[in-house]
């Protein structure tokens, strides 16, 4: 006999869930929070306690069944009541106006259409299917008639709503809902750097890390992977009609699914050219990856008209954009030694143009990854360029092997210092393990000297070289002993020239803290890291002595990060390249106290939209670390709206309110004003 459940019990737990479910909405979709972290801790811990107290009221749908699933054994398949189909792909402006001569042509008229245009996920497709309301099944497109039922993992993606949200519509019966799971470029970038110290191969692009991530049997395994969703499309639904596709959108929306925010509507096949165009432009700048634009025809009429092909429909068309990968030879395999004195191999290949961009060197990150992927001189390979990072060699093509092609071996000594190399077991890098090796130390001063650490005009490469050559630089403190004299014998030298990079590098002796602790080069901190220790510490010294635990404290700092902080201090050559700095008199500016930043003190901050420099999190401790103060919606009392990409409903309201608004090129200037 099951025992009875007080209905005060009952109506609690409906009442959480129901709060919980809004307040989800409310962070992952709108990306506008109403309560803060803390309030929403306290729901779902008090969710959590009712629901062990009372195992009987747990549902599927409930907020806390995002994880803790067992893993699998093998995926069920599930057949899609509706086949998945793929797109007709155009490459040029020609062939996206042939495709609408063609539809014209099919459906004899002259009139223009309305197209819907959206990016074009480069991410995996799924399809969801939510019943009342409540998502029961997800699959990944499998052959397009049957995929593998991922329910498990896809639940434990945050932007996918367990609930529709029925606060505008009631939700329908049944709805299938299509969209394409990926992953961030940044975070890709992350889970490849932790994959590949800890020596497993990394992914080759953020689809296959999202594939992958996807097909995970333990959702464990998959809720720790940074995946997100944009719904596009829909498939069987009952209990709704709709006219047209950006009526779907629309719908989806108020539904709490996820929709790209650059979905536009546009009349014509030219606005559709000009949308891809534009959005070309913007792509780099762009958190994900996105492959072209998918054009589809607006009314749900006409595409019923128009129906499909065998593979694809007649009505949608994928617009690519130029290919980011090419093919190309190896010369030769090349090892480069970092900052770290991590030796890395590179490939030196024939120059071939990827993306608009002429590439030459990609990495192949390590000895393993050299062995997996059994790249050799002389063979043709796939090479890729993602955003803004150093091209990669993807694959050999192996079928255009001649027998020439020579095997690539690590050499065991250092190439520019000639110390024997070491890899230590179960480690995937291999060091020069000379803490005086001209290698790394040519890494460091460029890295310490690049724009956005000590930002030194006129030390580049170049020069870094001639003076290292030429024994005036074995270190960098030998930078600030540095003449005038030392210079002006050297080629590539006059009077003016050495006066100028003398008075540079004296000029970089008084550098924010935060460009100073990025400067070191310590491993894993990064310019938003090294904002965040400066804010924390507030001075060299106390970053320093800090421990590990207490580097744990700030928000944004992993043990990863912490580990190596603490590495960094405790070797002697860098208490010894800190002291002589000082002695020298390299002070960096500690960051201004609140009362010194008239800008900000006192002020009041809101944010919508995601900014490209820093996490929200970040963003924030910049402000109240300026005395100034964040909240989270905006009010007559609110005096700045910061607006990263894709702003919400906060930036009307500002505008309404007549809340000065700041993009964020003016929010940093800002904050340079304001210390
Ligand atoms: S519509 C019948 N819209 O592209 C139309 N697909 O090559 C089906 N994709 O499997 C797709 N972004 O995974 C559509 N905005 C978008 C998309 C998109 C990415 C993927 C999807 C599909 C593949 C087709």
């Known amino acids: 006999m099951g025992r009875v459940i007080p209905e005060e019990i009952r109506a609690r737990v409906q009442e959480l869930r129901e709060q919980i479910h809004y307040h989800n909405y409310r962070y992952y979709v709108l990306d506008e929070p109403v309560i803060s972290d803390a309030e929403y801790d306290r729901l779902f811990r008090e969710l959590e306690e009712l629901e062990a107290a009372w195992p009987e009221l747990v549902t599927p749908d409930s907020p806390t069944q995002r994880v803790g699933a067992q893993p699998l054994e093998k995926f069920e398949t599930v057949p899609h009541r509706q086949p998945m189909l793929s797109l007709e792909n155009a490459f040029s402006e020609g062939e996206a106006r042939e495709f609408d001569a063609r539809l014209k042509r099919f459906l004899r008229t002259q009139e223009e259409f309305d197209y819907v245009v959206e990016p074009k996920m480069d991410g995996c497709a799924v399809e969801l299917v939510y019943e009342r309301g409540v998502f029961t099944v997800g699959s990944t497109r499998g052959d397009g008639y049957r995929g593998e039922n991922v329910t498990q993992n896809l639940k434990t993606i945050r932007t996918i709503p367990l609930r529709l949200l029925e606060t505008e519509e009631p939700a329908p019966e049944l709805l299938e809902v299509r969209g394409e799971v990926y992953m961030n470029l940044e975070e890709f970038r992350k889970l490849n750097e932790q994959r590949l110290a800890k020596g497993e191969p990394p992914f080759a692009n953020p689809r296959n890390a999202a594939a992958g991530s996807l097909r995970q049997l333990d959702p464990a395994v998959t809720a720790s992977r940074p995946l997100y969703i944009y719904c596009y499309g829909i498939g069987e639904v009952v209990g709704r009609r709709f006219e047209t596709h950006w009526e779907v959108l629309q719908t989806l929306k108020r539904w709490g699914l996820r929709v790209n925010p650059l979905t536009e509507r546009c009349r014509g096949i030219e606005a559709a050219i000009a949308y891809h165009h534009r959005l070309e432009h913007q792509r780099h700048g762009l958190p994900y990856e996105t492959d072209g634009v998918v054009i589809k025809v607006d009314s749900l009429a006409l595409q019923e008209r128009l129906g499909t092909k065998t593979r694809s429909p007649r009505w949608a068309l994928a617009y690519k954009f130029a290919a980011t990968q090419a093919t190309t030879r190896v010369l030769a395999i090349e090892v ?45 390979v796939l090479v890729q360029r993602a955003g803004d990072v150093i091209p990669e060699v993807v694959m050999v093509i192996k079928e255009r092997r001649t027998g020439q092609e020579v095997p690539f071996q690590m050499p065991s000594h250092c190439p520019v210092c000639g110390t024997p190399l070491v890899r230590p077991p179960g480690e995937a890098v291999t060091r020069c393990p000379n803490p005086d090796c001209r290698g790394a130390l040519r890494r460091a001063i460029l890295h310490f000297a690049s724009k956005t650490a000590m930002d030194i005009d006129g030390l580049g490469e170049k020069i870094i070289d001639q003076l290292m050559e030429n024994g005036l630089v074995r270190s960098i403190p030998d930078l600030y002993r540095l003449t005038e004299a030392d210079l002006i014998p050297l080629e590539r030298f006059a009077e003016k020239s050495a006066a100028n990079l003398v008075s540079a590098i004296q000029k970089s002796k008084a550098v924010p803290l935060p460009r100073f602790i990025y400067a070191l080069g310590i491993r894993y901190v990064g310019e938003a890291t090294a ?18 635990e207490e580097l744990l404290q700030i928000e944004g700092i992993g043990p990863q990060v912490a580990r190596s902080i603490r590495e960094f201090f405790r070797q002697e050559k860098n208490q010894r390249l800190l002291k002589e700095l000082a002695a020298l008199g390299v002070r960096p500016l500690p960051p201004e106290k609140p009362a010194a930043a008239p ?53 009307a309201k500002a505008k309404e309110l007549g809340v000065t608004v700041l993009d964020e090129a003016a929010f940093l200037e800002f904050l340079e004003r304001s210390g």
């Open 336 to 380: 480069n030694v970092g900052r770290t004195g991590a030796v890395t191999p590179m490939a030196i290949m024939e120059p071939v143009e990827v993306g608009g961009v002429t590439v030459s060197r990609a990495t192949l990150h390590n000895e393993d990854e050299v062995k997996r992927k059994d790249v050799r001189v002389g063979d043709w």
């Open 599 to 651: 800008g900000l003190a006192g002020k009041t901050f809101v944010f919508t939209g995601a900014l490209q420099r820093f996490s929200r999190e970040e963003a924030k401790a910049l402000v109240t670390a300026r005395g100034g103060k964040v909240s989270s919606s905006v009010s007559a009392k609110t005096d700045y709206v910061v607006a990263g990409a894709d702003p919400g409903s906060k930036l």
């Open 531 to 548: 904002q965040l220790l400066a804010q924390h510490f507030e001075s060299l010294e106390r970053l320093a002595q800090a421990s590990e």
